[in-house]
């Protein structure tokens, strides 16, 4: 008999109770493995119900073909292959916070572009004719720092991008994620911006846009159907804005808050763009990542995809189920030269310096005090 879906906080304690230590331990290891085990046996049953589904699935998954395979390959050999990275760094302060962004883009020529800039949230609001005044502002601007320096660093990464002399382009997350997605709380000023960007790479066509952690639990399980290699397209950007406009009751997304103004605008560049762009599903080993790319280069971006996850790596570009990673190499070097050359430790250590140099007694009177601590 199936227990009942846990939703009170009491069914939850009844199936995960309160226990003391020893105890705890005693059982750990049999109830991870036992819920790490239940999952993959329903993932397996899950391929086979798929299949039995939709007969026709098998004739919609695809390879890239030898020719294009050897084309990715001579690409990363001759041509320029850019792709991007950001990171974010914030320091918490009672005097605002300070937050350090920073975009680099690499090529497999060897070359790299830094760029960084730094947000400080007393700066982003008016200083106010008292002291009372002042602080109100702050507390306004610090609701939306972080959602503005998130959607910074990722219009950052692709306006830079697509800057850079290169054949391909390749951006690490969505084409347009979320941050940008909003409008930083500001729609009729930020939303066109990122549709001409959007614009400007399907102009180009010539870009991949691989999501490494996405949340939908389905796409991640449709993986199953999938030998590495192999990619089938779900579905297109329109549909994907569609649901972020709009709403998806069995995503569980609500509905966008926007006035209907831009909503009008938002829906009209859908239209114009949104089927532009494939959204596919992609394994170059176990794990299945979201490959965006124009839908007339799918092959091409998936042989690219291919390529540079693996063949870069020494790897049969054909799949690899050995592979722990599965990614593109040069979005993990974009990453990897972001976090040496931007720090956060370092610009964290620097702003804490400046704070005790200005007064010990402002400086702990700042200071986040989760820092104190012994």
């Known amino acids: 008999m199936e227990r009942p879906d846990a939703h009170s906080l009491a069914d939850i304690l009844s199936v995960a109770p309160w226990m003391d230590l020893e ?18 046996e329903r993932r397996e049953q899950l391929r086979a119900e798929i299949f039995a589904e939709n007969p026709d699935l098998r004739c919609q998954i695809r390879r890239p073909s030898p020719e294009k395979m050897e084309w990715a390959k001579n690409l990363l050999r001759t041509g320029i292959v850019a792709a991007s990275d950001g990171t974010v760094a914030a320091v918490p302060l009672l005097s605002g916070t300070k937050i350090q962004i920073g975009v680099v883009i690499v090529t497999n020529t060897g070359e790299s572009v830094g760029l960084v800039t730094r947000v400080f949230e007393h700066e982003l609001t008016t200083t106010g004719d008292t002291a009372r005044e002042f602080f109100d502002n702050l507390r306004k601007v610090h609701g939306t720092t972080t959602l503005a320096s998130q959607a910074l660093m990722l219009f950052g990464e692709r306006k830079i991008l697509l800057a850079q002399k290169a054949d391909w382009r390749m951006i690490h997350g969505e084409l347009i994620p979320f941050q ?52 089938i397209e779900l579905r297109t950007l329109a549909d994907d804005l569609t649901g972020f406009l709009d709403g998806d ?7 966008s808050g926007f006035n209907n103004l831009d909503r009008a605008t938002f829906r009209a560049f859908i239209a114009e763009m949104g089927p532009e762009v494939a959204i596919l599903l992609m394994k170059a080993g176990h794990r299945p990542f979201l490959l965006e790319c124009h839908r007339d280069r799918v092959e091409e ?17 054909s799949g690899a189920p050995a592979t722990t990673r599965g990614f593109p190499f040069h979005i993990d070097l974009a990453d990897n030269v972001a976090r040496t050359m ?33």
């Open 23 to 40: 105890t705890y331990f005693d059982h750990l290891r049999d109830r991870v493995d036992a819920a790490v085990l239940a999952s993959h």
């Open 180 to 231: 940008l997605r909003t409008g930083v709380g500001h729609p009729k000023e930020n939303l066109p911006p990122v549709f001409e960007l959007v614009r400007n790479y399907v102009k180009d066509q010539r870009f991949i846009a691989v999501s490494e952690s996405p949340e939908d639990l389905d796409v991640l399980n449709a993986g199953i159907v999938l030998e590495p290699g192999e990619f």
């Open 249 to 255: 009751d069995n995503a569980g997304r609500i509905k």
């Open 301 to 317: 971006a998936a042989a690219l995809f291919l390529a540079d996850a693996l063949w870069t790596r020494g790897l049969p570009d």
């Open 342 to 374: 931007f720090k956060g430790g370092e610009f964290r250590t620097f702003i804490e310096t400046r704070l005790m140099e200005l007064g010990v007694e402002r400086g702990l009177t700042d200071l986040d005090p989760r820092r104190t601590r012994g």
